[in-house]
């Protein structure tokens, strides 16, 4: 069976910061990239980071370039987001992505929050 759960999310205050992870399981973890997108209310969901397979590349969203970082770890089998210099525009639902190319394959995790509030 397929999972991915996220952990993480909470309140923070402006310009703190999060780490968010991921745990898969129940497919080749390392044969797929990964990604986090967010949604806030009454916005459709972007994509924030991305990270190929074996960390070979990684990709920001224009609005959290230098201050988010996308990691992963095959052997844990886990994706992680540091974020840092939160921003209430930051708040939304994060949910973690696995996308396999080759057979067009996408799971998804079922999200946690994030809000940036003083």
């Known amino acids: 069976q397929v999972q991915l759960v996220e952990s993480g999310g909470g309140v923070v205050q402006p310009g703190g910061s999060l780490r968010l992870s991921c745990a898969a399981s129940g497919f080749t973890f390392s044969s797929y990239h990964m990604k986090w997108y967010r949604q806030a209310p009454g916005k459709e969901r972007e994509l924030v980071a991305s990270?190929?397979?074996?960390?070979?590349?990684?990709n920001y969203a224009d609005s959290v370039k230098g201050r988010f970082t996308i990691s992963r770890d095959d052997i844990e089998k886990a994706v992680y987001l540091q974020m840092n210099s939160l921003k209430p525009e930051d708040t939304a639902v994060y949910y973690c992505?696995?996308?396999?190319?080759?057979?067009?394959?996408?799971?998804w995790g079922q999200g946690t929050q994030v809000t940036v509030s003083s």
């Open positions: 990270i190929t397979t074996f960390g070979g590349s990684t």
């Open positions: 992505n696995a996308y396999q190319q080759l057979f067009q394959i996408n799971y």
